[in-house]
């Protein structure tokens, strides 16, 4: 399987529409992957 | 020094981390010595399957992992966007340029040195400091200095792939304590682009995503796809040896497995016509056949998702039978091979570390990450257990959301 959205849970409060599902969860992966990096550089 | 063993995806983009956080590796690479049933060349980051890195819209999941990997100083995605070919939505590449393009920066790193010769389970237990226990049930090696200190190797990281050399494949299933556990994989065909009949088939991309016409489709009517889908599930396959039962990874299932299911699985998957308009219908087709360049010069098309296992003398004539391809000459045809992974979850940590075999890591297909990009990330490992690291002592983060995604084969069970 390819990376796709349903790999990943679904947020706290997940919006009824899929396309803001969506963005919910590339949100939280921006974020995620932002204090991640910022982790491993300090 | 940290040792490498495989030049595909993940091993160069592992090979180039660690150089270039300024790291000794070695990078074992069996070809051309030793060739694999898919391989045709000797370079680096060789794509055997399909020419796409997929999406790279910004907001898909395939596209933040390549914005995370370009974050991360990624070898591979900046080469393949200085190497694109037209893809809609997606990332091809010209695979000769892009090959090329890697093994000349792997090759001209001044902190790697590559090896052309086989790496063999004696050369791995040596690397590894002595002979290692036989499963994960014999406990973890307890005194982490000891590891690695053959050779000065600091970790041996194994990114063999899908293609793992037999030898290798087995010493891997004995360390994990388990079988060795496969599945079949499948290549599509690629077609000289003077053969294809242009008065039948029309430029476009679904949609009209990307510039608009990097798809060449073959547009089918409803008559021509059932002769297709009739003459596709009588064809004639490749035989598979006795032992195997025929277990495919989910998105390269062949196209003749798929029909069988149904007369319209195709038309409603891999030839599904939506967002293609034929301009001489001004309609969406029954089915159609997408076409992608191989090439920056459009001199080769592959045949989009039409993987198969069709003996290649009846192949010809079935594929042939797709609207614009009756004169197509092929220059690849369609192909199986069977692919090795690991059941990562069970003997590997989080950072894809051997759980009875510290100093030991897996990167890429192997751990069962579908996909080159995918697979090519999982070499960033987090921060104190990269192999970069190994040196440095520092502690250990978690990595990132979307690096942690699901095994590859959760779906196929």
Known sequence: ?42 | MVTVVGGGFAGVECAWACAQRGVRVRLYEMRPTTMTPAHKTHLLSELVCSNSFKSQEPDSPAGQLKAEMKALGSLVIPTGEANAVPGGAALAVDRDLYAQAVTKAIEGHALIEVVREEFTPEMAEKALGGPLPASPDAGPRGDKTNAMSGEGTNALVIATGPLTSEPLAQWLAEKTGRDSLYFYDAVSPTIDASTIDYDTVFAQSRYEKGEGDDYLNCPFTKEQYHAFVDALIKAERAPLHDFEKPKYFAGCTPIEEIASNGVDSLRYGNFKPVGLTDPKTGRWPYAAVQLRPENKEKTLYSLVACQNRLKWGVQKEVLQMIPGLQNAEFVRLGVIHRNTYIESPKVLTPWLEFRSVPGLFVAGQLTRRRGSTPASRSRDAPKGSHPSHRREKRPTVRSSATCKTRPRASSRR
């Open chain 1, 1 to 42: 399987m390819n990376i796709n959205w349903g790999l990943f849970p679904d947020p706290p409060d997940a919006p009824r529409k899929k396309d803001d599902r969506r963005q919910k969860k590339l949100d939280a992966a921006r974020r995620a992957f932002d204090e991640w990096k910022v982790a491993m550089e300090a």
